[in-house]
């Protein structure tokens, strides 16, 4: 029965090293290039972007492949789901080619994130249900907060209002994340993973919930090879972007596995609620874009592009690692620890900064 994950994860691998290859071929040849110019791109030379489409369609075709032979019917994840995931996705991959080769202007590029979560939660990738992580009982609808199905607001439901939000918001926190060769393919994997893992423990035995994880992560392992530093090819707008749909729709999927999410993307969310902050507060377009980030903040102090990303890959991999020990009443201590470790950083990081900054003028 484990050729149900084993082959999965290996035919999403090697064929995502297949198209990565005439994918970025492809890319030099109708010229849909990222050339170094502003402060904040780091490479030094030209880069093909569109590696998102090999990410895409690798994933989707293993997906079509373990959906005909069965793999995914556990009773469990529904057919529309699995439909929302593929047009939610490729609502996604359009925008983000369009971006790519055309550079669309923000409001253009925000129209496709949006899209591609009506979509999801149309298909019905939506909360039905929150728990309440301070109590315990025989089942997650013996511990429920919030019963989102029981509310409606005209024609949504609040659940999928909330789904809703959730996906946009994760969509955005990989978009701004993609600054550093492997970056965001590195913890979309980590992610991916550990909400197999997390499925192993909560779901049915065999289920298309640890199916679609492995399909995804063997996915973006497979770009990883030529994504990480120094980058041969680059996600681009539609992978960035396709990353956080996907780890957005899974933690849905798995049965509102929110707080896991929470834990994995947990540094990179704060950070993008800080630099969001800043730049509203500085009187600055939201989505403008600035070396601020937490990423760029670690270069500055002296690390190199290898070393920041392998330090965000642990901390993403010891908070996420942590979901699958903890019991709901402790990943709440856990989202705290997240937030401290967060704010720490920033400390450290600025007090380096200002440091480093004194010396080169004297």
Same mark, same amino acid.
């Given at each position: 029965?484990?050729?149900?994950?084993?082959?999965?994860?290996?035919?999403?691998?090697?064929?995502?090293?297949?198209?990565?290859?005439?994918?970025?071929?492809?890319?030099?040849?109708?010229?849909?290039?990222?050339?170094?110019?502003?402060?904040?791109?780091?490479?030094?030379?030209?880069?093909?972007?569109?590696?998102?489409?090999?990410?895409?369609?690798?994933?989707v075709?293993?997906?079509?492949?373990?959906?005909?032979?069965?793999?995914?019917?556990?009773?469990?994840?529904?057919?529309?789901?699995?439909?929302?995931?593929?047009?939610?996705?490729?609502?996604?991959?359009?925008?983000?080619?369009?971006?790519?080769?055309?550079?669309?202007?923000?409001?253009?590029?925000?129209?496709?994130?949006?899209?591609?979560?009506?979509?999801?939660?149309?298909?019905?990738?939506?909360?039905?249900?929150?728990?309440?992580?301070?109590?315990?009982?025989?089942?997650?609808?013996?511990?429920?907060?919030?019963?989102?199905?029981?509310?409606?607001?005209?024609?949504?439901?609040?659940?999928?209002l909330?789904?809703?939000?959730w996906?946009?918001?994760?969509?955005?926190?990989?978009?701004?994340?993609?600054?550093?060769?492997?970056?965001?393919t590195?913890?979309?994997?980590?992610?991916?993973?550990?909400l197999?893992?997390?499925?192993?423990?909560?779901?049915?035995?065999?289920?298309?919930?640890s199916? #679609?994880?492995?399909?995804?992560?063997?996915? &973006? =392992?497979g770009? %990883?090879?030529?994504? !990480?530093?120094?980058?041969? $090819? +680059? /996600?681009?707008?539609g992978?960035?972007?396709?990353?956080?749909?996907?780890?957005?729709?899974?933690?849905?999927?798995?049965?509102?596995?929110?707080?896991?999410?929470?834990?994995?993307?947990?540094?990179?969310?704060?950070?993008?609620?800080?630099?969001?902050?800043?730049?509203?507060?500085?009187?600055?377009?939201?989505?403008?874009?600035?070396?601020?980030?937490?990423?760029?903040?670690?270069?500055?102090?002296g #690390?190199?592009?290898?070393?920041?990303?392998? &330090? =965000?890959?642990? %901390?993403?991999?010891? !908070?996420?690692?942590?979901? $699958? +020990? /903890?019991?709901?009443?402790?990943?709440?201590?856990?989202?705290?620890?997240?937030?401290?470790?967060?704010?720490?950083?920033?400390?450290?990081?600025?007090?380096?900064?200002?440091?480093?900054?004194?010396?080169?003028?004297?």
């Amino acid at each position: 029965m484990f050729q149900q994950y084993i082959i999965p994860f290996l035919l999403s691998f090697f064929l995502a090293i297949i198209l990565t290859k005439v994918i970025k071929k492809i890319a030099w040849k109708f010229d849909v290039v990222d050339r170094p110019g502003e402060s904040r791109r780091i490479h030094p030379k030209p880069t093909p972007l569109l590696g998102g489409v090999a990410v895409f369609v690798s994933f989707v075709v293993v997906l079509l492949i373990s959906w005909v032979l069965g793999w995914l019917d556990d009773g469990v994840l529904l057919s529309g789901q699995i439909l929302g995931i593929i047009f939610g996705g490729l609502v996604l991959l359009i925008g983000g080619v369009l971006d790519d080769k055309y550079d669309l202007k923000p409001w253009q590029s925000f129209l496709f994130p949006v899209i591609a979560a009506l979509v999801a939660v149309g298909f019905g990738i939506a909360v039905k249900y929150i728990t309440n992580p301070l109590i315990s009982g025989s089942g997650p609808y013996g511990r429920a907060l919030f019963y989102f199905n029981w509310v409606n607001l005209g024609f949504m439901s609040f659940g999928a209002l909330f789904s809703f939000l959730w996906i946009v918001g994760m969509i955005y926190t990989t978009k701004f994340l993609d600054g550093l060769d492997g970056l965001v393919t590195g913890i979309g994997t980590i992610g991916a993973l550990i909400l197999f893992s997390v499925s192993l423990f909560w779901n049915e035995p065999m289920s298309a919930m640890s199916v #679609l994880c492995l399909i995804f992560a063997g996915s &973006l =392992l497979g770009f %990883l090879i030529f994504n !990480f530093h120094p980058a041969k $090819i +680059f /996600l681009g707008e539609g992978g960035s972007t396709f990353v956080g749909f996907m780890l957005g729709s899974l933690s849905i999927i798995s049965g509102g596995k929110l707080a896991t999410a929470l834990l994995i993307m947990g540094i990179p969310i704060l950070d993008i609620i800080w630099v969001v902050f800043r730049r509203i507060f500085s009187g600055k377009h939201f989505y403008q874009a600035d070396r601020k980030h937490l990423h760029h903040r670690l270069l500055d102090v002296g #690390l190199s592009s290898r070393q920041t990303v392998l &330090l =965000l890959y642990l %901390l993403t991999l010891i !908070f996420g690692v942590s979901s $699958i +020990f /903890l019991q709901s009443q402790h990943k709440v201590f856990a989202l705290g620890a997240v937030v401290f470790v967060m704010v720490i950083m920033a400390v450290v990081l600025v007090g380096m900064y200002r440091k480093r900054m004194r010396k080169v003028d004297i």
